[in-house]
């Protein structure tokens, strides 16, 4: 016979020992496998396969012990050939290394890639895998509840080889999938119903005759999972076939399928992402192997296959795919919602300044964790929404909310347990003396109350802001927010209200790091106050973001907050830290941004008012201010403070369970190490693109300026809008802000991981050089 001589090397090496286990045996041809698989012929005259379990991963009893279960069931498994002594196998160093060999005998038939592609064989392969999974529900061996690299489920391991794959495109279709995987799949499988899967039924391990399945081979990768991640590794051999028809084949699999075990809701909508997924494993486990070695008998059978097929598939959406899989099942499927027609309604029934992001409006119909899953089942990670700070939906939230809307919702006119506990929990949270709660609605509403009590509190009336600021979007909060007065639509600054200049080290008036900015931006800061006292007004409170967001996230500088409270305090202002933004630990650090000045070794600054709002509900409606009891008493003056829906008992509920959620999934110091990882990623997008001027921010509240000239620091904006709206088109969700609109702010939930962070800065670094080469090309 005609066998290639590193085939002929491999036999050689192990030839004593299969004589003396099974006789001598002839050998015929390599066959497919991850393994060593050697057609032989006995003296006899029969075929026979002789396996060799090369693979470190494969488990030979756990592979005896499926092949026993389906024999007995009926499925057309290989039966094993015991050795003279009635062992299943044996051992033998190979390579160095002890191997286990076994001979089985060999199943007639056709390799099902090589035969016509019809529907009733698609059928046949979809009920025969049915089958399988019928007969091994509660079937529990030894080594079962297992992984390996072909496991996937856990397929986003092979993320780190897609810098090995060539070509941009390409790269971008295996990110999109393995978004996919992580968004859509895993937070689903454990949903599914389970038991053991065979894990690789692929074209060449299912036989075929005519219209019917007579063989199911190799077994090596069976493990324990969801029963459709089998039926999507399969779909996804299906879709390579050459006589596939785009996803027809693989429908009828699925038909054939649903009749023998049907699928559930959940099952339908995974398997067209969990065939993507099979592909793009399939496409990075090549790409690390050729990166090692060319050359491989079987190693790189399906790779034109696998490509073609993926860049064939990129463009469909999990609906899509979802609705070409299934069109022969007999189930209901919700009408494609007409999101055109939905934004020419919206068109007609809002203000046109109540704006939308991106060219291309997202209808997002969904969201769970990190991720908003619009109504195509595109999953889009959202790194902007800094309101969700637990993640969206987190259960825990949700069962709060829930539990407490069905027993009680009133006002806080009356007693509640809920008012006084989580008030108690707010306040422990904070430095001495700051004891005493508002519960509001928003972070408007209550920036508006903190500038009432600072007035009571003080008798004076105005009001010192930083430029750039932002607070809200009540009347006397845009009158104190220079990002509105001074942008479009805008009325200019009134008298009441003073602006101290931004201390921003990249783009200010003074440039550069340490105590010595921060100085001498407070400095400045009391001069404002002189030239308003000069003037004879009096400033009844400081409004301060520890981080200015509008403003282009800028970290204050070391030392600033403190010295700036100093010069307030000394002209008879209240100091109030607005946390809207970066409270409840997002700045990693310490639980509020006010604390970061103790943090970095400076002197300790401690506000007289606190104001919370966006993350305190993770979506409620809910606002906060915090502040001391004898403030409080002075704003106690006679007139009534209520608010409709501040603090009641579902909003009460609400925040103890987010503050509960933060303390047990140690969301702060995620924050922390998570922010110090993407820092670090931006930074090197810093040194690769001359446009990237600076990055900074703290923890998980980030920010990325763009420019045309480092030395003139000529603002960006419109490359920084391109690259937002690419990363859009790639699954990733960003926004520009900045009095230049220029900084691209990243301030995500606080639940996304280090392999979201790694896919961010791999996209932006390909959005970034694509939209500076091309700045249309990369929308």
């Given at each position: 016979m005609d066998i290639d001589p590193g085939t002929m090397a491999i036999y050689d090496a192990i030839s004593d020992e299969v004589s003396k286990g099974w006789g001598e045996l002839t050998p015929v041809a390599r066959l497919a496998g991850e393994?060593?698989?050697?057609?032989?012929?006995?003296?006899?005259?029969?075929?026979?396969?002789?396996?060799?379990?090369?693979?470190?991963e494969v488990d030979v009893d756990l592979e005896t012990a499926?092949?026993?279960?389906?024999?007995?069931?009926?499925?057309?498994?290989?039966?094993?050939?015991?050795?003279?002594?009635?062992?299943?196998?044996?051992?033998?160093?190979?390579?160095?290394?002890?191997?286990?060999?076994?001979?089985?005998?060999f199943l007639p038939g056709q390799a099902w890639r090589d035969a016509p592609a019809s529907k009733a064989l698609g059928r046949a392969i979809g009920e025969t895998l049915a089958a399988i999974h019928v007969s091994l529900i509660d079937f529990e061996p030894a080594g079962g509840r297992r992984t390996h690299s072909w496991d996937i489920a856990t397929c986003t391991r092979h993320r780190d080889a897609i810098h090995f794959v060539e070509g941009p495109e390409r790269r971008r279709i295996l990110e999109s999938v393995l978004h996919e995987q992580t968004a859509i799949v895993e937070p689903s499988l454990a949903q599914c119903p389970s038991g053991m899967l065979h894990g690789d039924a692929n074209d060449e391990n299912l036989l075929v005759e005519q219209d019917a399945v007579v063989g199911v081979l190799d077994l090596g990768d069976a493990l324990h999972g969801a029963f459709v991640q089998d039926l999507g590794i399969t779909l996804a051999y299906a879709a390579q076939h050459p006589e596939a028809q785009g996803l027809t084949l693989p429908a009828a699999i699925v038909e054939g399928y649903h009749r023998k075990r049907p699928l559930t809701a959940i099952e339908r909508g995974l398997l067209f992402p969990l065939l993507r997924s099979r592909l793009a494993s399939s496409a990075l486990v090549g790409a690390r192997r050729r990166a090692k070695t060319g050359q491989h008998a079987t190693w790189f059978s399906h790779e034109e296959t696998t490509w073609s097929t993926l860049e064939q598939l990129a463009t469909q959406s999990p609906r899509e795919g979802e609705s070409a899989l299934c069109c022969d099942l007999d189930v209901a499927s919700p009408p494609a919602p007409d999101v055109p027609a939905l934004h020419e309604a919206r068109r007609r029934t809002a203000s046109p300044n109540l704006s939308l992001s991106y060219d291309s409006p997202l209808h997002i119909v969904k969201g769970r964790g990190c991720y908003l899953y619009a109504s195509d089942g595109r999953p889009y990670l959202d790194l902007v929404n800094n309101v969700c700070h637990v993640g969206h939906c987190h259960p825990r939230v949700v069962e709060a909310l829930s539990r407490q809307a069905a027993l009680l919702n009133t006002n806080t006119r009356y007693l509640h347990e809920g008012f006084v506990e989580y008030a108690s929990m707010l306040t422990k949270r904070l430095p001495e003396p700051l004891d005493t709660v508002f519960l509001v609605t928003s972070g408007s509403e209550a920036n508006e109350l903190a500038l009432r009590i600072a007035q009571a509190a003080t008798g004076a009336t105005d009001a010192l802001v930083i430029d750039g600021a932002y607070h809200g979007h009540t009347g006397r909060c845009v009158a104190m927010s220079p990002y509105k007065f001074n942008g479009p639509g805008g009325a200019g600054k009134p008298d009441w209200v003073h602006v101290a200049p931004s201390p921003d080290h990249y783009r200010g008036q003074v440039h550069?790091?340490?105590r010595a900015v921060g100085t001498a931006y407070a400095d400045k800061l009391a001069t404002t106050l002189s030239e308003a006292q000069k003037r004879g007004r009096s400033i009844a409170g400081f409004f301060a973001e520890p981080i200015l967001s509008c403003g282009g996230q800028v970290p204050l500088p070391r030392g600033y907050l403190s010295a700036a409270f100093e010069h307030v305090r000394h002209a008879g202002g209240l100091c109030i830290a607005d946390e809207v933004q970066v409270g409840f630990g997002r700045v990693g650090d310490t639980f509020w941004g006010f604390e970061l000045d103790k943090a970095d070794g400076e002197k300790e600054a401690i506000p007289d008012i606190v104001v919370m709002g966006k993350p305190i509900g993770n979506g409620h409606p809910m606002g906060a201010v915090c502040t001391t009891r004898a403030i409080a008493e002075s704003f106690a003056n006679g007139m009534e403070f209520f608010s409709t829906f501040g603090g009641n008992p579902v909003s009460c509920a609400v925040g103890k369970a987010v503050l509960d959620v933060i303390d047990d999934e140690q969301l702060q110091n995620r924050a922390l190490t998570l922010g110090r990882h993407f820092f670090h990623g931006l930074l090197g997008l810093k040194d690769r693109h001359e446009v990237v001027g600076d990055v900074r921010g703290r923890g998980l509240f980030l920010g990325i300026e763009f420019v045309r000239d480092r030395e003139t620091l000529e603002p960006a904006a419109d490359l920084a809008d391109a690259v937002v709206q690419a990363m859009r088109a790639r699954g990733v969700l960003l926004s520009t802000d900045g009095p230049l609109h220029n900084v691209i702010k990243i301030k995500p939930p606080l639940v996304l991981d280090a392999g979201d962070i790694d896919m961010t800065v791999r996209l932006l670094d390909e959005s970034i050089a694509k939209t500076v080469a091309s700045p249309t090309a990369s929308r």
């Open positions: 393994n060593f698989n050697l057609l032989v012929r006995a003296n006899s005259g029969e075929s026979m396969v002789l396996r060799v379990a090369t693979d470190p499926m092949l026993e279960k389906l024999a007995t069931a009926g499925i057309p498994v290989p039966t094993i050939v015991p050795d003279g002594d009635g062992a299943t196998d044996r051992s033998v160093f190979w390579d160095g290394r002890p191997v286990r060999i076994r001979i089985h005998r550069g790091e340490g």
